[in-house]
């Protein structure tokens, strides 16, 4: 006849009478129960949350307590430890006022519309402010402030467009002084590309130095770009014709930066000489 499952038990530990036995037994249980301790599980635990508030010139923590229920995966004694003692596992969430920064190249560019939200430390999620939070959350968005250092990208550019305009402008100022002092130096033989006053680019030829006033033959021909000047710039473009220039009108020309270049051309020039000594 079939035994009913508590008499079988009663059966099974009367036996279980002496001391030794009993600590074996538990002993064993222990080490079963540490055993399983180790392994990873996943359980729900239900932890108190302290909503803090970070931001300049506001700091602090809300009265109120919330307690949240929490899906976590750890080892047994992880879990353990949050279930005997969850008021020593206590949460803290940011009250924290977030904008999205956009980077290139891992610059900062610009940052988006801030927005204050919850900010859990331990999943690392972003939650909307609770009812109760939102006088204190607006009174931290009003006082946060954007960083300026989300918008590095704009302020290198705007510093390194900066530094090339200064550089073309002293370059540029260099340029007209050297020319200036070219002209305040010029000898025979000599070019000089300048702008007409209609418009359009052209050279002369210088032939003498007499005094104060420059004698130059001008070139013929004329182009819209100072870079195809050297197209025209060719010994029989130049006309016989001599004319003559106040050196102060030249240097004029080079305040109003109508000239673009000064050079001296030794093949025109003895060129020019020799067609003379025909002559």
Known sequence: MKQKPITYLKTLFSGINHPAMILAI?????????????????ATVELPVSIVVR???????LQNEHRIECRVEGTGYELLKYRLFPARQRVEIDLEAICRVHHYLYIPF????????????????????APEQMEMARNLYAGARRRWYHFLGPIFIALLVGAFTV??????????????????????GYIIYYRLPQG?????????????????????LSVDKQNDVRRIDDQENYSHKQTLY?????????????IGKIYRNYTYEMEYLRSLENK
């Open 26 to 42: 538990l002993i064993s249980f222990g080490l079963w129960y540490l055993n399983k301790l180790g392994h990873d599980y996943t």
């Open 55 to 61: 931001a300049s010139g506001e700091t602090g923590v």
């Open 110 to 129: 610009w940052s988006t519309r801030k927005g204050i939200w919850q900010h859990c430390k331990v999943c690392d999620r972003l939650f909307p402010p």
């Open 167 to 188: 550089s073309d402008v002293l370059s540029d100022r260099e340029e007209q002084q050297r020319i200036r002092e070219k002209v305040t130096a010029l000898q025979e």
């Open 200 to 220: 359009g680019w052209t050279s002369m030829f210088v032939d003498e130095i007499r005094g104060d006033s420059v004698v130059v033959r001008e070139n013929r």
């Open 246 to 258: 106040p050196r102060s009108d030249l240097v004029r020309l080079a305040d109003e930066k109508r």
